[in-house]
């Protein structure tokens, strides 16, 4: 599985983003994710085969239909990132908080 900032990357495209927000309702074919985007079904193929190889998305076989789902893996390892951006956010916040109020106790 790649780093998170490879995984951002690889959602940074706009349809490969569209399928995976479609993808957080649950289960859906290839057919029912072509559906949503404003391209042909074998560019939707290429595009979840670049989520799959990312380890955003799994597929199962159902007969000759193919289901993708959310690899919540993938989508874990993002989400560890965003939080530790967002805890560096945070303590950034804090420190500049802390310091306007040390100011302001001086004056």
């Known amino acids: 599985m790649a780093n998170a900032k490879a995984l951002l990357a690889v ?13 957080r309702g649950g289960p859906l074919t290839v057919g029912e994710l072509a559906a949503r985007v404003p391209v042909t079904r074998s560019a939707v193929s290429q595009h979840l085969k670049v989520l799959k190889e990312a380890g955003l998305v799994s597929e199962t076989a159902e007969g000759t239909r193919r289901i ?18 967002w805890a560096t956010a945070l303590d950034a916040f804090k420190d500049f908080a802390d310091r306007a109020i040390d100011e302001e106790g001086q004056e």
């Open 11 to 23: 959602i940074a495209e706009p349809t490969r983003l569209v399928l995976v927000d479609a993808l």
């Open 68 to 85: 993708y789902r959310i690899d919540p893996r993938g989508i874990g390892a993002m989400r560890e990132w965003l939080d530790a951006q």
